[in-house]
């Protein structure tokens, strides 16, 4: 499939998009780490377009006393995909998460 042709002017309009996505999905890992919002809610909020295309190992980083070591290892517990999105988890994975850091 060939990538289409765009005019600098979408491409331009592309880039603005694309930043504006990230300091919302930036704003939404502050907020997680700031306890405004839990796991269960950031799950629950999957649909969202700016929640759903959040990495989950960002959101496990995102939480409280969670590193990039702990959250690995809570990936690969589970069965997670280290580059899987919080859209593409599946109920079993949403519970498993949810039952270790409830």
Known sequence: MAIPELTPEQRQANLRKAAEQRVKRAAFREEVKNGKVTLKEALNRADDPIVGRLQVRLLLESL??????KAKK??????????????????????ELLALLG
């Open 74 to 95: 809570i990936m690969v517990e589970v069965g997670i995909s280290p580059t899987r999105r919080i859209q593409g988890l599946g109920k079993r994975q949403r519970e």
């Open 64 to 69: 409280p006393k969670i590193g990039p070591a």
